[in-house]
């Protein structure tokens, strides 16, 4: 604990660095994923780390020095260079996206690879430290870096806020946008020059492989817990933010411990979470909701198979037995019995020794399924010309959805009808 | 002699690579390979940290049940909570190999990898970890025995299983009538993908394997309509591209999975600009008059 309020006091001017640079590139990467994600077009951020390294390398051939800015503007031109040649290769031949971008990335990298090892080995003293590039070197952050981080970051968020209407028409609806007179082209050039701008600075903290979980990462947990751009934006910069914090504080704890992996580490759990535990999009609440109908399901059939059967004998009143239940429709005996059970509980269903009968409340919900289903084969038959013994499979589902205002339209379209397509009373 | 062990070892991860990735890219699955080759990292360490060696055997069965493991978490993201497929694979490689490198650290003196070695492996080293019998017989170096034996259980693979393979790429839809189980030979194409991988892992490391296992199929797929001669074909771009980037490694005296790497990438620009077919220098000439027609 006494750990933990060391941390956050900041006291530590290393600790400052490493945790405010991890905040702002994580952040900041982050909501610029949030746009490469919606494009789907996540990997190709993958790519762009990957063709820095060449870039990098070479300005460091040519100007024979290490100042980041230098390797900085090297590592964009080729950025940028691997962006362009992946929609190039696209669209000048039959190459799929995901092989131009896997071509892109390994080919680009090995000839990073390649120049990195040559450097390495002419024995250029001044080259100790570009393989910083490769892993990261979130650990060891210094106050110019910091200065670098938050222009970019603030020049990533200004241009997300200038131009967010833009930018969200463009991820939304391309071709609108391009009707409108958006200058479209412009609007891509603008979105890879910023991926480009966030790879390139983050690729510092995290290293060539995990950039891509920078952009990716948050922008898909943020996707699972809203449907608003705005809100998107500010969760997975939120996400980001977060797991850069606690990324430096676990290699603040136990300084072995590289930074750069426990941040993507940190924000794939968030992610995981996120994608099993979000309500309405989660896994989990899709396993529930998909139970939950289940259940309404086999409840609204007991009670219409209880209707059927009382309607056939014009007698509502009599206990019917399982056993005459589940002649008449195959349901699962246990299945029954804990519907069965359930309708009783909720006032639907009285039991007596003999069996089951409809209450009052039942019969009215029981006799609107079955209106329901008569209503809609009768809609079928009438509007779309099916054949009156090809409707009851359809029917057997929509019973279920059918709201109390689309009943109101039906028995308007149908002009309140009496009898269905088999010569039952609609009730 | 090295250089014969090295260009043999570079020739045979050619020769895996080039033929799973024509499968890989005609299903659309290449940044699959990429994720895979990522992925498999803390099997290898984990196998590593178990058996206390570099036998092979072990890392083999490790990184094979990832490699499995990480299709089936990007199937499971994609199918199960709707997660976009790209960002599925992006999400599962990149937490894997976190996962990978972070014990790679914790365990940093027991496990003799590195952090470079894992990205671009060493080629030049093969001949250096000698395979020596009992008996004091030097049977050449290890590596190439271990790559070796997985090129012949790969080459068997795409015999044996030539028609389904070739099905399930193509025509799902009409394999699942006739009987070809897709999902079974999708998990055994990936695991031969991961066993490639891991096998590649020492000699070229993670990302160059993707080199070999999208560029010469992508090339040969410029090059050639029918599917057997893409095969073949880009197995001979592969080991083209491992005695060139030899040969380029030793002139600039870099790393030789880099310039191999480089020289596949070499190789892709040349058929794109001068394919016979479908160069894009080349094509309009052809091409123009037909459209003309129409």
């Known amino acids: 604990m006494k750990e933990f309020f060391e941390f956050l006091s900041f006291a530590d001017a290393n600790v400052r660095y490493v945790t405010l640079g991890s905040m702002l590139l994580a952040g900041s990467s982050a909501v610029v994923g949030c746009f490469t994600l919606l494009r789907k077009r996540a990997l190709v951020g993958d790519a762009v780390a990957h063709a820095v390294l060449p870039g990098v390398c070479l300005a460091f051939i040519l100007s024979g020095t290490k100042n980041p800015f230098i390797l900085l503007i090297g590592a964009f031109i080729t950025g940028w260079i691997s962006l362009v040649a992946i929609d190039f290769i696209t669209s000048r031949s039959r190459i799929k996206e995901d092989t131009a971008i896997g071509l892109v990335l390994s080919v680009f990298f090995g000839i990073g690879i390649l120049l990195l090892t040559a450097i390495q080995h002419s024995g250029n003293a001044a080259q100790s430290g570009l393989d910083k590039f490769l892993f990261g070197k979130a650990a060891s952050l210094v106050g110019e870096d910091l200065i670098a981080f938050s222009i970019v970051a603030v020049l990533l968020l200004a241009a997300t806020l200038i131009f967010y209407k833009e930018l969200k028409l463009l991820c939304f609806d391309e071709t609108y946008a391009k009707t409108i007179g958006f200058p479209v082209r412009g609007l891509e050039l603008l979105l890879t020059t910023l991926t480009v701008l966030a790879v390139v600075v983050g690729i510092q903290a995290v290293g060539v492989v995990l950039m891509a979980a920078m952009l990716i990462t948050p922008a898909a947990a943020a996707r699972f817990w809203t449907d608003r751009l705005g809100v998107m934006l500010v969760l997975a910069a939120l996400m980001g933010a977060f797991s850069g914090v606690a990324g430096a504080y676990v290699s603040y704890t136990a300084p072995a411990m590289p930074t750069g992996p426990w941040i993507v580490l940190i924000i794939s759990m968030i992610a995981i979470l996120s994608f099993a535990l979000a309500p309405g999009k989660g896994w989990i609440a899709r396993i529930i909701r998909r139970q939950r109908n289940k259940k309404l399901i086999l409840e609204e059939n007991l009670l219409k198979l209880l209707y059927q059967l009382g309607e056939a004998k014009q007698d509502f009143s009599t206990n019917r037995p399982l056993q005459e239940l589940l002649q008449k429709r195959a349901i699962p005996a246990k299945e029954a019995k804990y519907g069965l059970g359930k309708l009783k509980a909720q006032g639907y269903l009285e039991k007596t020794k003999n069996g089951w009968a409809l209450t009052h409340e039942g019969i009215t919900r029981g006799r609107r399924v079955v209106r329901l289903h008569r209503l809609w084969e009768l809609y079928l038959t009438q509007y779309l010309h099916l054949a009156s013994d090809h409707v009851h499979e359809d029917a057997e589902t929509i019973e279920h959805i059918i709201t109390p205002e689309l009943e109101q339209?039906?028995?308007?379209?149908?002009?309140?009808?009496?009898?269905?397509?088999?010569?039952?009373q609609i009730p | 002699m090295n250089a014969f062990w090295i260009i043999l070892t570079g020739s045979l991860v050619a020769t895996c690579c080039s033929l799973l990735?024509?499968?890989?890219?005609?299903?659309?699955?290449?940044?699959?390979?990429?994720?895979?080759?990522?992925?498999?990292?803390?099997?290898?360490?984990?196998?590593?940290?178990?058996?206390?060696?570099?036998?092979?055997?072990?890392?083999?069965?490790?990184?094979?049940?990832?490699?499995?493991?990480?299709?089936?978490?990007?199937?499971?993201?994609?199918?199960?909570?709707?997660?976009?497929?790209?960002?599925?694979?992006?999400?599962?490689?990149?937490w894997l190999f976190a996962i990978g490198i972070i014990l790679i650290s914790v365990f940093a003196g027991q496990v003799d990898l590195d952090q470079d070695c894992v990205l671009y492996g060493e080629i030049a080293y093969v001949p250096l970890d000698l395979w020596i019998t009992e008996g004091g017989l030097s049977m050449g170096p290890r590596t190439v025995w271990t790559i070796g034996a997985v090129t012949i259980l790969i080459l068997l693979f795409i015999i044996i299983g030539y028609k389904e393979l070739f099905l399930t790429a193509f025509d799902p839809g009409y394999a699942a009538a006739i009987g070809v189980s897709t999902s079974l030979w999708y998990y055994l194409l990936m695991t031969a993908v991961s066993l490639t991988?891991?096998?590649?892992?020492?000699?070229?490391?993670?990302?160059?394997?993707?080199?070999?296992?999208?560029?010469?199929?992508?090339?040969?797929?410029?090059?050639?309509?029918?599917?057997?001669?893409?095969?073949?074909?880009?197995?001979?771009?592969?080991?083209?591209?491992?005695?060139?980037?030899?040969?380029?490694?030793?002139?600039?005296?870099g790393s030789i999975a880099g310039a191999i790497a480089t020289v596949t990438g070499f190789e892709f620009i040349l058929a794109f600009l001068f394919s016979p077919s479908r160069g894009i220098l080349i094509s309009k000439k052809l091409v123009e008059p037909v459209q003309q027609q129409v």
Not at chain 2, 46 to 53: K, M, P
Not at chain 2, 63 to 68: D, M, N, P
Not at chain 2, 215 to 243: E, Q, R
């Open chain 2, 197 to 253: 991988t891991v096998a590649s892992f020492e000699s070229v490391g993670a990302i160059l394997v993707v080199a070999l296992l999208v560029a010469p199929p992508a090339t040969a797929y410029l090059l050639t309509d029918n599917f057997k001669t893409m095969l073949v074909l880009s197995v001979i771009l592969g080991i083209v591209a491992a005695f060139a980037g030899y040969y380029l490694a030793v002139w600039i005296d």
């Open chain 2, 21 to 94: 990735g024509c499968y890989l890219i005609l299903r659309r699955m290449a940044m699959v390979g990429d994720a895979i080759s990522h992925a498999v990292l803390p099997g290898i360490v984990i196998a590593f940290l178990l058996t206390g060696s570099r036998d092979s055997v072990p890392m083999l069965i490790g990184a094979g049940l990832l490699g499995v493991l990480t299709t089936f978490l990007i199937e499971f993201f994609h199918r199960y909570a709707r997660v976009q497929s790209d960002a599925a694979i992006g999400v599962t490689f990149t």
């Open chain 1, 409 to 424: 339209r039906l028995l308007e379209e149908l002009n309140y009808p009496a009898l269905d397509p088999h010569s039952a």
